[in-house]
């Protein structure tokens, strides 16, 4: 592969407005399609947007009607904002596109991004992103004093915690030891070009996902680096860190098409 380009748009003060920086995600996937740029990642903080991909339920979205801006990529709705890193690869694959294979590849190079500020992370099968795994569920303490058995999601598919309190809320899940989400990913390919990427949790206020249904998922929460750490850490100490390890991972993949499987006669 090609030597990956970082672009550090804006962070603090300066983080990018959420269509700002989506207007320079098109650009530069044209530019990259016609080959006038290398492969590119654009790294930034947005100011406080809910943005929902295009399997977002209605019923996922903030329940006071607070604005969601509804995108082109893969996933559900998800919140960016201040004390997020959040990068965009723009990247060229070989077709037939190997999507999964992206995905496992900004995954990789988060886990490795985590363990190098002695966070342990992992994935969790059928779920994109990187994970804090919880405790096994009989270890965990019962949210509102409850017994497990008696935990309304584990009986009801549509059980939406913004309406039943904090104990269950998605920012609370460290405190249950329950399974959260550190990093989340959500992509598109267009033109074997791809858009979108990755929103890694480095020190936000994790109240804002409490008021939609993070990535869709009612029985996980959210976590992030500093709250799994105990101690303060920055955006700018993380950046060079993501930078590092998507360089390594990106630049040495070993890329190949998707296998298509060959018709039998």
Known sequence: MSDLRFVRLGFGEEAVEYQVAWQKQREVHAARFADEVPDTCLLLEH???????????????????????DVDRGGKITWHGPGQ??????MKLPRPVDVVAHVRRLEDALIRTCADFGVETSRVEGRSGVWV???????????????????????????DPRLNGPEYAPSNAGQRREDRKLAAIGIRVAKGVTMHGFALNVNPDNTWFDRIV??????????????????DVTIGEVVPVVEKHLRDVLEHADLAPRPVAQATV
Request: aromatic share 6%; glycine share 14%; net charge negative.
């Open 85 to 90: 890193l959040v990068g965009y690869p723009i």
């Open 47 to 69: 100011p406080p947007v809910y943005t929902a991909g295009r399997r977002t339920q209605d019923s996922e979205r903030p329940l006071d009607g607070t604005p969601v801006v």
């Open 214 to 231: 993070p990535c869709g998922i009612r029985d996980a929460g959210v976590a992030s680096l500093a709250g799994e750490l105990g101690r």
């Open 133 to 159: 795994l919880g405790d096994p569920v009989e270890r965990r303490p019962s949210p509102g004093g409850l017994s497990l058995d008696f935990d309304p999601r584990l009986q009801d598919e549509e059980f």
